[in-house]
């Protein structure tokens, strides 16, 4: 066991004895995520570097601290990429705060999430021993597939020691277009266009203007953007594409900035349009909305729940109101059933997911 983990065991198993919490953090550049962390920094950036990479196989381990744009530009150098392309959000951010917040950027909808992408992972238990789920290959289906339970677990299950990713070639041609239209409008487009063989891979819907990016071989790229260019769509350069999907990526777009708490409404990509007070964002063909509004957070989850989704409290100055809305007596029990087996103590990131967790 390499010293720097070796000191981050002996941190745990102390925490552990003494009923201390820590708070697990890398980068924090995803710290304003979820509810308000408590207890004593536990720095994983301590443990960094690629430990393996095979890019004939399509898949890299990295350790937990890595930085993900080192990651990324070794992925790069080769011609591969994160497909699911994680938000950064700010520069430091780390590989395991990109698994542990579970977020995807604008290619979700087309290419899956980041848990979708995780092949397998170690992790340092709430007691201090370190386990093994998944593996290295893709055609990994043997047991549970504890590691994807991890993605999205915002640290409270256990320090994530290292994880290893499936990845994907570069996309040979991209090309981003964009549609004056209505909301009701952009949402019509892009559930027809979800029925043809497109190469769409992201959408965004934004101030009366539906942005379309698409991705794949050259000559479908060309072909789809003649199409689609029949239907009142103007293609824009690339340096105005690559800005656009990597202000959506790092919420660095003017939409996000502005003191009005910041909702995620996951809904059925085939949901109707939102009625809501403030200001929309549409991403995931329809499937990641978010609102800028001033209304109470019974009525954004109501809403929400209503067209068979949920909503998410994403950044606000006051999350008195909680941040996730309550889960059933069921999933509840689910919950508290894994954070008593993996961490009896309950030592890690205590309440950051749910205040009674």
Not at 64 to 79: I, K, Q, V
Not at 234 to 239: C, F, I, K, N, P
Not at 301 to 323: I, N, P, Q, W, Y
Request: aromatic share 6%; glycine share 12%.
């Amino acid at each position: 066991m390499q010293p720097e983990l070796a000191s981050i065991v002996d941190q745990v198993r102390a925490a552990h004895a003494a009923g201390e919490p820590v708070e697990v953090r890398g980068g924090a550049t995803k710290r304003f995520l979820g509810e308000a962390p408590r207890g004593r920094p536990l720095d994983t950036r301590r443990l960094t570097g690629i430990t393996s990479y095979q890019p004939t196989e399509l898949v890299v381990t990295a350790l937990c601290g890595t930085p993900l744009a080192e990651l990324e530009a070794a992925l790069a150098e080769r011609g591969q990429a994160l497909a699911f392309e994680p938000p950064h959000f700010a520069a430091g951010g780390t590989v395991g705060g990109m698994v542990a917040s579970g977020l995807s950027g604008p290619a979700r909808a087309a290419v899956g999430s980041v848990r979708d992408h995780l092949l397998g992972a170690s992790l340092l238990d709430g007691r201090g021993e370190l386990l093994q789920f998944g593996g290295q290959v893709i055609k990994n289906v043997a047991g549970y597939d504890v590691s994807r339970l991890l993605a999205g677990s915002f640290g409270t299950l256990g320090l994530l020691v290292d994880v290893s990713l499936k990845v994907l070639p570069a996309a040979p041609a991209t090309a981003t277009l964009r549609f004056a239209c209505a909301e009701h409008e952009a949402l019509e487009r892009l559930h027809r266009w979800n029925g043809l063989p497109l190469p769409v891979n992201a959408s965004a819907w934004v101030d009366d203007v539906l942005w379309l990016r698409l991705r794949g071989a050259a000559a479908a790229v060309r072909a789809a953007v003649q199409g689609l260019r029949n239907e009142g769509g103007e293609a824009v350069s690339d340096d105005i594409g690559a800005s656009l999907w990597t202000g959506l990526r790092d919420q660095g777009h003017p939409f996000f900035s502005g003191e009005a708490p910041l909702w995620r409404l996951s809904l059925p990509q085939t949901a109707p349009v939102v009625a809501l007070p403030g200001e929309q964002l549409i991403e995931w063909h329809g499937g990641q909305r978010w609102w800028r509004t001033s209304a109470a957070a019974t009525t954004v989850r109501a809403t929400a729940a209503s067209l068979g989704g949920h909503a998410t409290l994403f950044r606000a100055a006051d999350k008195a109101g909680g941040v996730h809305a309550a889960l059933s007596p069921p999933l509840a029990a689910i919950h508290r059933a894994l954070k008593q087996s993996f961490d009896p103590a309950g030592i890690f990131n205590p309440g950051r997911m749910y205040p009674d967790l």
